[in-house]
C-alpha cells in the first residue's frame, strides 16, 4: 500500500513540474500557488510513507520525481 502510495504522490510532483515548466503554465496567482502548495505537501508525505516503510522493513519504490 504504502509503495504504491508514494508512486501515487510522485505522479503529483510529476504534474506539478509539468504545469511550472510549461510555456504559459502558471507562474503566479491561485494556480500558482495550489501548485507549490502541492508540491510541498506531496513531498512532506512521501518522505513520512518513506521512513514509515523503511521502519516497517518493507522495500522502497525505484525513486520518482
Given at each position: 500500500?504504502?509503495?504504491?502510495?508514494?508512486?501515487h504522490?510522485?505522479?503529483a510532483?510529476?504534474?506539478?513540474r509539468?504545469l511550472?515548466?510549461?510555456p504559459?503554465?502558471?507562474?503566479?496567482?491561485?494556480?500558482?500557488?495550489?501548485?507549490?502548495?502541492i508540491?510541498s505537501?506531496?513531498?512532506?508525505e512521501?518522505?513520512r510513507?518513506?521512513?514509515?516503510?523503511t521502519?516497517?522493513?518493507?522495500p522502497l519504490?525505484?525513486?520518482?520525481?
Amino acid at each position: 500500500f504504502l509503495q504504491y502510495m508514494i508512486k501515487h504522490h510522485e505522479g503529483a510532483l510529476v504534474m506539478v513540474r509539468a504545469l511550472l515548466t510549461a510555456p504559459g503554465g502558471a507562474r503566479g496567482g491561485q494556480v500558482y500557488a495550489i501548485a507549490t502548495e502541492i508540491d510541498s505537501d506531496q513531498r512532506v508525505e512521501i518522505e513520512r510513507m518513506q521512513k514509515l516503510l523503511t521502519a516497517l522493513g518493507g522495500p522502497l519504490p525505484a525513486s520518482g520525481p
